[in-house]
Every structure is written in C-alpha cells, then in structure tokens.
C-alpha cells in the first residue's frame, strides 16, 4: 500500500495536521472494467485521466454521433480551448465506439446489431444538452421547407442564397448566426429576450501572450495562435504552464459578477454595456436598446460572441422581436401579426426537462 499523505489544515483557527490514507476499494486482481456514455469533454478527460493515472483498466466510450464534437456551423466553445483539446493528441479515440447509442442495452446504430455490455463501473458523460426537442409551437410540424435543430445538425441541408430563419438567440444562436449571415440571402432572427454578450473568456491573457492589445481585441476574434507561439508552449512547458495559469486566474477573477449589487458587478455591467453599444454602432441605436439587457450581468448565462453583434447590423440581416405565434407551411408568424416567409427553419438548441 502507498504510504499516508500528511496535510496541514487548520481548525476554528488552530493549525492541526492529519493524515489521509490512500486506500483502494479491493487488490485489483483483473483489469477494471468501465463504460462511459458520450465522448464529449467529460467522456474525453476521462478517458485521458484513466490512461494517465490507472494501470489495469478495459475501458469502453460509447458515444451516438458519428464523430467525437463537431455539430452546427461556427460551434465553439465557450471555455478555452486550450483547456479541451487532447483528444487525438493523447491516443484517446481507441477507447470510443461511435454511433452507438446507450439504453440498458448498447445498439449500433449502423448495423443494427443490439447487445448487452457489463461493467465494474458505468460513467454517464452524455451531457445535459443532449436531449433536445422542437419547440411547442402551433403548425411547427406542418412546415414543409427544410428545417433543421442546431443539435442534430443536418449537413446535406442547402443554406446558400437562402432566406434563412433562425428562432433562438442562446448560445447556439450566437455561434450559428455569424455563419449563417455570410451565406444567407436573407438572415432573419427571432427572438424574445436580450443576453449579455460578454468579451471571450481568458481573452485578455490569451492577446497579451500573443503581444497584441487586449483592449482592441476585446470580443472581436477567436484566438490563433502563430507556429512560433506554439512551439514555445512545446519547447517550454513551465511558460506553457504560466499561460493556464493566468487563464485560469482570468476566469477566477470574475466571481464577484454573480453576486448582486457588488462594484465589480456594477462596473463589469457598464463596460458591458458600452462594449456592445460599439459593436452594435451608433447608427444602431434603437437596435442596441432593444438587445441590452435591463438585468446585471449573471442573470443569465454570459455568452462571449464572435462576430455575433457585427453580424446583426449586416443589410441582409433582420431581428424580428416578440412572440411567434404559428407556422404554416413556409412561414412564420408573429403575435403582432407579421408574416416571414422562409427558405430554411434553424431552431437552437431546446432542452427536455
């Protein structure tokens, strides 16, 4: 057995050590076997964690897509990504059977072939955004034009020249909008209610590191980083380990937003506010009342959006507000009674309770 880790700690205000003994659940005598459900950041860390840290283990991911990550246009993700990808880096993808599908029993949904799997250990990783449904709204079903949901992405759908028909403006929405913009016909977005649209998580350290002002690039780009950058993180790990490091004290710093009334939430608030007031326009002044929360930050969930506000404001570009009221056929209808014919329907992402 490993020996004892002793620790430091301190009680009511009196330093006491005490000793954690590592204990195992049993003599491994055969190797452990594990199923994880998903192969999504959880499933991934898992599977990097277990190689990393165990000896004997037998270890199966099944995962329902054809792929590990990836669905709609412009998906992205709003943890840094430096934090996330190691997948095919770390040998990972051995471990995952795709385009399975888990219930008490495991299908492959290619061959059709239904079997029972049994584990020590059973790790469900599917995520809460994996059960989606259309939203109830009255004719949704009737609509005969393509539609498509941003979590079951349907690549063969032709959205060039298109009047495109985009209903949400959650996270999904605001990766998918910026895409859809550049190749639309015409882009109409409906929504109900505004969001914060923050400056990218960890971008501050992630402009400083590349040398660049991170005031400038505030909320304008996603991060590349030059070959000479990256081979540094290669060739220097402990300056690699620096950059993590600043991140996650970036991340960490912003605690103070969700607790109302707070000088820091006050102030992240006005800069916020002036923030997308400028990438909005001047020219856009009504358009920024209406998509500028009334609500302090941490209300609802901070969404960094690339491109999203710019792309509001592009000529072929409408934000219809309000409630919709039906769907016919090829169309949109909202309570106020305007009417919006469409090409294409993109629903975000909706999920069951």
């Known amino acids: 057995m490993p020996s004892s880790t002793k620790h430091t700690a301190s009680t009511n205000g009196h330093a006491s050590k005490y000793e954690i003994e590592d204990l195992y659940h049993s003599e491994i005598k055969k190797p452990m076997k594990m199923i994880c459900v998903g192969s999504g950041m959880s499933g991934m860390y898992l599977a990097f964690r277990i190689l990393k840290r165990m000896q004997s283990f037998d270890l199966t991911i099944y995962e329902k897509n054809p792929d590990v990550g990836g669905t709609y246009p412009g998906c992205a993700c709003d943890i840094p990504a430096h934090l996330y990808n190691f997948y095919d880096k770390n040998g990972l993808s051995r471990f995952a ?66 009047v495109i028909g985009v209903i949400g403006t959650g996270s999904s929405a605001i990766q998918i909008i910026p895409q859809m913009q550049k190749i639309a016909k015409q882009l109409k977005v409906f929504m109900r209610s505004p969001t914060w649209i923050t400056p990218a998580i960890g971008g501050k350290t992630s402009s400083q590191f590349r040398g660049e002002d991170s005031d400038a690039n505030m909320g304008h780009e996603q991060f590349t980083f030059s070959e000479e950058l990256k081979q540094r993180f290669r060739a220097d790990p402990d300056y690699h380990l620096r950059f993590r490091k600043r991140i996650e004290a970036e991340v960490n710093w912003m605690a103070d937003i969700f607790t109302v009334g707070t000088d820091m939430q006050k102030e992240v608030q006005e800069t916020m506010t002036e923030q997308m007031k400028r990438r909005i326009g001047e020219e856009n002044a009504e358009l920024a009342e209406k998509l500028i929360p009334s609500w302090p930050p941490g209300c609802r969930r901070l969404t960094p959006g690339d491109q999203y506000l710019e792309s509001l404001v592009k000529p072929n570009v409408e934000t219809v507000f309000g409630s919709i009221q039906k769907i016919d056929d090829k169309s949109v209808f909202m309570a106020d009674g305007s009417r919006h014919e469409l090409d294409v329907l993109v629903k975000l992402l909706i999920l069951l309770p």
């Open 97 to 162: 059977k795709l385009s399975h599908r888990w219930e008490v029993e495991v299908e492959d949904l290619q061959s059709g072939c239904v079997k029972t799997d049994k584990c020590d250990i059973l790790v469900n990783a599917t995520g809460f955004l994996n059960k989606w449904k259309w939203p109830e709204i009255e004719g949704i079903d009737t609509f005969t034009q393509p539609k498509v949901h941003s979590a079951a992405w349907n690549d063969s759908i032709e959205f060039e020249d298109k």
